[in-house]
Each structure stands twice: as structure tokens, then as C-alpha cells.
């Protein structure tokens, strides 16, 4: 069975760090680019980050820019988002995904190009 687990979630003070992982199972993630995606309540999925297969291509939206780095290990098949200086507007479920993306030095924030999902971790910002 192909799964991408979430982990790494939890509640944090503004300004503060969480890194998360998405780790792959039943399947090897140095073929595909990661992306990850977040969803607040009430609000429709965004796109976060992305990083390609071979891993030296990254992207990022805008908002996160200059915080939020994501990496990736292929030999211990996973991904990490290393997130610092949160905003209460950080706050969302996030979600990491993969896609089979032939070209490999890219990546896509374009959540309807991603084959697998994971189940989702919440991140919460608050005082």
C-alpha cells in the first residue's frame, strides 16, 4: 500500500519553530517531487512549497517566503518543511504529496498534478 504520513504537528507560539516530515511507505520518493499544501478552516487548499526529485529545485508561495524551508532526504524517504517565525495565519492543516513529475530538476505547486496525499497534520500558532 503507497501512504505518505504527516508528522511533526502541534500547537506553537507566534514567532516560534516546528519542522515537519512526510515520510513515504510502500513506495521510494526520489522519483517524484514533493509539495506541501495547507488548509485552513473555511478556507480553500494553497499550495506551500514544493521541492523537485533530485532535490535542487525548491518553491515556495509568497507568504512563507524567507520562513519556511523545505529539504529532503532520499535515503531515509523523506521530505521535511522546516518552519520558523509562525503567524497565527499559518495556522491550518498541512498536507505533503507526490508527484511523478518526469522532469526532475522541477517542481509544481499545482495540487491537481500530485498522485498521493497524506492523511494531514495540524499546525496551530497561537498564544
Known amino acids: 500500500q503507497l501512504r505518505l504520513v504527516e508528522s511533526g504537528g502541534g500547537l506553537v507560539q507566534p514567532g516560534g519553530s516546528l519542522r515537519l516530515s512526510c515520510a513515504a511507505s510502500g513506495f521510494t520518493l526520489d522519483r517524484y517531487a514533493i509539495g506541501w499544501f495547507r488548509q485552513a478552516p473555511g478556507k480553500e487548499r494553497e499550495a506551500v512549497s514544493c521541492i523537485s526529485s533530485l532535490g535542487g529545485f525548491t518553491n515556495y508561495v509568497d507568504s512563507v517566503k524567507g520562513r519556511f524551508t523545505i529539504s529532503r532526504d532520499n535515503a531515509k524517504n523523506t521530505v521535511y518543511l522546516q518552519m520558523n517565525g509562525l503567524k497565527p495565519e499559518d495556522t491550518a492543516v498541512y498536507y505533503c504529496?507526490?508527484?511523478?513529475?518526469?522532469?526532475?530538476?522541477?517542481?509544481?505547486?499545482?495540487?491537481?498534478?500530485?498522485?498521493?496525499w497524506g492523511q494531514g497534520t495540524q499546525i496551530t500558532v497561537s498564544s
Open positions: 504529496a507526490a508527484h511523478l513529475f518526469q522532469i526532475r530538476f522541477r517542481c509544481t505547486v499545482v495540487d491537481s498534478n500530485y498522485n498521493y
